[in-house]
């Protein structure tokens, strides 16, 4: 059974940045996808980022030019860079790994 575990939230002033850590557990990291998204009360969860195994990016525009992801497959852990955070990326962010989920991490942007 594959675990995550986040780490890396917190609470931060507009401008500012973070980097949140997902580390998985088990063999075979690198060869999955891994992504982040977030939620908000009464939204649905949403695309953030995305890396895929051989290392290509995807982003939402909301995001482009301010978050980055990474992986260390040595690791087994993914990062997201934020930075130039707005109140907007208020929010749970939760890492996804071959269809399991990470447990979420709270990001607090206050303006």
């Given at each position: 059974q594959v675990q995550l575990v986040e780490s890396g939230g917190g609470l931060v002033q507009a401008g500012g940045s973070l980097r949140l850590s997902c580390a998985a557990s088990g063999s075979g990291f690198g060869l999955y996808n891994v992504a982040w998204y977030r939620q908000v009360p009464e939204k649905q969860r949403e695309m953030v980022a995305e890396i895929t195994s051989f290392g290509s990016t995807n982003y939402a525009n909301s995001v482009k030019g301010r978050f980055t992801i990474?992986?260390?497959?040595?690791?087994?852990?993914?990062?997201?860079?934020?930075?130039?955070?707005?109140?907007?990326?208020?929010?749970?962010?939760?890492?996804?790994?071959?269809?399991?989920?990470?447990?979420?991490?709270?990001?607090?942007?206050?303006?």
């Amino acid at each position: 059974q594959v675990q995550l575990v986040e780490s890396g939230g917190g609470l931060v002033q507009a401008g500012g940045s973070l980097r949140l850590s997902c580390a998985a557990s088990g063999s075979g990291f690198g060869l999955y996808n891994v992504a982040w998204y977030r939620q908000v009360p009464e939204k649905q969860r949403e695309m953030v980022a995305e890396i895929t195994s051989f290392g290509s990016t995807n982003y939402a525009n909301s995001v482009k030019g301010r978050f980055t992801i990474s992986r260390h497959n040595a690791k087994n852990t993914v990062y997201l860079q934020m930075n130039s955070l707005k109140p907007e990326d208020t929010a749970v962010y939760y890492c996804k790994y071959r269809e399991v989920w990470g447990q979420g991490t709270q990001v607090t942007v206050s303006s």
